[in-house]
């Protein structure tokens, strides 16, 4: 061996060691972000009893596409698990429906939900995954860019917590401003109703998608994040 190899040995394992040091950074960072997320996202223990039945809805909406995960956090961030929740606006029950749209999704789909009560838990959960799927597939790209499973699901959700007419509208807004109608982030910025009921929407799916959801997966909850 020369006495130019060592160096080139030395400076090779420098790198491999640089390298190895740099994979470690980032198990370690991203172990820390997990635990934040975690940190941040208290589950409640009521979860526990309706774990099975939210398992099975998504499985029977969407079958291999099912991420029990995400109607968790929606359930989570509608009712907190309280199955006699009632919101200042008349919503009532684990998903949260208001009695007008409950009446709706019965008669809309009389042989899964023809007896909807949404006092009922185990109701309300097969209802929420129903009424996601079918704003969902509502939810269609403007113009000619791509719409992106994450964008999709934004809009879908935020039409489930406030319309999906205002959500229309503001896609509206943002093809009027120029803006990429087909990109959640983008249409955020325009705004068809109040301050407030605007603030409030654009929260919902993020606190969903970019938060809980996460966390119910991190907590063992089956399913993979939409967005990333």
Known sequence: MSRLDVPRRL?????????????????VVLGLLCGQVRAQVRIPEASA???????????????????PARLAAQLHLESGWRPNARSPVGAQGLAQFMPATAKWIAQAFPERLGQF?????????LAAAIYDKWLLDRVQPIGWTPLSA????????????????????????????????NDWRAVERFRARSASAHR??????????LMLEPAYIAAGWPGKAVCP
């Open 11 to 27: 400076q090779r394992t420098a790198r491999a060691i640089a390298i190895v040091g740099l994979l470690l950074t980032a198990a």
């Open 49 to 67: 009893l309706y774990r099975h039945r939210v398992e099975q809805a998504a499985a029977d909406v969407w079958g291999v596409d099912a991420s």
């Open 117 to 125: 009560d949404p006092w009922d838990p185990h109701q309300a959960a």
């Open 150 to 181: 994450c964008s999709r699901w934004n809009f879908a959700l935020r039409g489930y917590n406030g319309g999906e007419t205002w959500v229309l509208r503001e896609r509206g807004l943002a093809i009027a401003g120029r803006a990429d109608a």
């Open 200 to 209: 409030e929407n654009v929260q919902y799916p993020r606190r969903i998608l």
